[in-house]
């Protein structure tokens, strides 16, 4: 009854956002953002001390600043999400801008036959991004999911990502059903800048050491999948560049796991180029340097 309810209240709120459109999400977002930064204050200090650590040079006005924008936007991708089952193809294609040569350079890099590896983040809209690369590319993306704890609401937005023809991948079995993808030459889309385990691999980010997941690149690595980073972020248009690049593995050297962490830091590097020009837009609440 208690996960019922909460999907209740959830649906509550998609319903209100979805009065206001897609078209005023960030107009909502600043709104919404702002309450919750002054008013509920979650994780609100997690994110005032991951962006100190990132942004050393700034001083606390700015910092102060920089997380309550931070909390407009992660409103606003919250707003997009909600409204995103009521847009057309040719809307999302609006929304999430993909230029000619980058979509030609995915679109050959999809083609070798070995399965193609889409490396996104907790960034803009990473959820608008894996529907609009898949429907610009006219393929399904297998995206790789970590089940909410709510079924209801982890099914609600399920269904979300798969309305233009995207599969979902959970994350309990998925090294197998990622290889098991990847044999059968479709694209995968995996979020990777999740914090790894205590004792795992570390690379550095932001001049942190940062626990990070093997996992992608060691699977990229050993089938000799390409990676192309893909990363969404909202202009001032209220819409969303594309940008789009790839991490070489063919000029690895050294053990597996060297390559492997070589890798990571390339992801987290062309990671941290973005975060750099678009601060607000990252997921500052998850404590990725917990430990």
Known sequence: MKKKIEYYIFIFFVKLLRLFGIHRAKSVGNILGAFVFHVIRIRRSVVISNLSKAFPEKNPADIYK??????????????????????????????????????????????????????????????????????????????????????????????????????????????RNIYKALKEGNAVGIVGDQRGSREGMRVK???????????????????????????????SDNKFNTFIGEIRTDDLTGSIEDQVKEVNQRYMSVLEDIIRKYPDQWFWMHNIWKY
């Open 66 to 175: 920089l997380a309550l924008n931070n909390y407009k936007n992660m409103a606003a991708t919250f707003a997009e999400l909600a409204c995103v089952d009521k847009i057309s193809r040719k809307e999302l294609h609006e929304y999430l801008r993909i230029n000619e040569s980058d979509l030609k350079f995915m679109k050959e890099k999809f083609v070798i036959g070995n399965g193609l590896i889409f490396l996104t983040a907790h960034f803009g809209n990473w959820e608008l991004g894996a529907l609009g690369v898949g429907s610009h590319m006219e393929t399904s993306i297998q995206v790789l999911v970590k089940p909410q704890s709510n079924k209801y609401i982890s099914k609600w937005i399920d269904d979300v990502r798969m309305q233009f023809g995207n599969k979902v991948i959970p994350l309990g079995a998925s090294i």
């Open 205 to 235: 980010f932001f001049n942190q050491s940062t626990a990070v997941y093997p996992g992608a690149a060691q699977i990229a690595i050993k089938n000799r999948v390409p990676i192309v980073t893909v990363i969404a972020a909202r202009v």
